[in-house]
């Protein structure tokens, strides 16, 4: 039998850590939005468990936790990524929770959705690659998460949706960052700000004016990041960096010419859910 599943690529504009001993109580409130670009992961029973990230074999060390914990037999797992990972796009929780659905579905788990989901938190909790991105990827849309870890505490700015550009321009360890102490104080004084604010004035714009000043006064924005960000600006646009990842985030594709592929997305409004074969 085979499963497959779609998870969306989530965007944290800002956000604060909470952290816990306890997995599933540790994790981060903030704000971001899903896209409907994403990662699409197919599953299936095999003789032996082997991970495929766009054709090649990869030690995916977030969806092979997730592996451990809900497997009963061992599985052969693909995922296809529209997104790059390491680019502050979720894609290690949008691996790790498309996975746990498809697994759901090949091995006939009998599990609920959020069982599925605080897996997949569980596994980017543990391996460091995400606090709160799964948590988005639930709802879908500009989501606000109002509390950290699980059960999922969350609310969502509505919004139409809108097309989004994004420029990548290489990875940022996610781990290296959440481990730094002194990097976590400054993210987390900055985050509580934003996050008091965005409740103040639930909107994608003031979302969007936030999510510049928390890279700035984070100082988590690169260089050639904020000459983007202000490329944009100059034009009318509004922009920031996605975090955590040196990827800029626009309204607009204008001022991101010249810098890097600019990708064009649109805001998703679904989360995560099980596709056909």
Known sequence: MMGRAFAPA?????????????????????????????????AWPAGRTEVYLDGKPSEAPTTRTVIELLADR??????????????????SGAGAFSTALALNGAL???????????????????????LGDVAGMTLGGVVIRRAPGAPFLLDRIPLAPRDIYYV????????????DKREKARINEAGRECL??????????HFM?????????????????????????????????????????????????????????????AGAHLIKG
Not at 168 to 179: E, M
């Open 209 to 269: 004016r936030l999510s510049k000043k928390f890279s700035v006064s984070t100082g988590l924005i690169s260089d050639r990041a904020r000459d983007a960000v202000e490329a944009v600006e100059a034009v009318g646009g509004m922009a920031s960096m996605a975090m955590l990842g040196d990827t800029v985030f626009s309204t607009t594709p204008e001022g991101l010419s010249g810098r890097g592929k600019a990708v064009k997305s649109r805001v998703g409004v």
């Open 10 to 42: 989530h965007i944290t504009g800002f956000f604060y850590i909470h952290d816990d001993e306890e997995p599933m109580k540790m994790g981060s409130c903030g704000c971001g939005f899903t896209l409907e670009d994403g990662v699409c992961t197919t």
């Open 168 to 179: 990548h321009f290489g990875p940022i360890s996610t781990k290296s960052v959440l481990s």
């Open 108 to 130: 006939g788990l009998g599990m609920t959705y959020n069982e599925l989901s605080y897996a997949a938190h569980r596994a980017e909790v543990k391996n460091r690659t995400g």
């Open 196 to 205: 008091k604010e965005i409740l103040k004035k639930p909107t994608f714009e």
């Open 74 to 91: 061992p599985v052969h797992v693909e995922s296809e990524l529209d997104i790059p990972p390491g680019g502050g796009l979720g894609a």
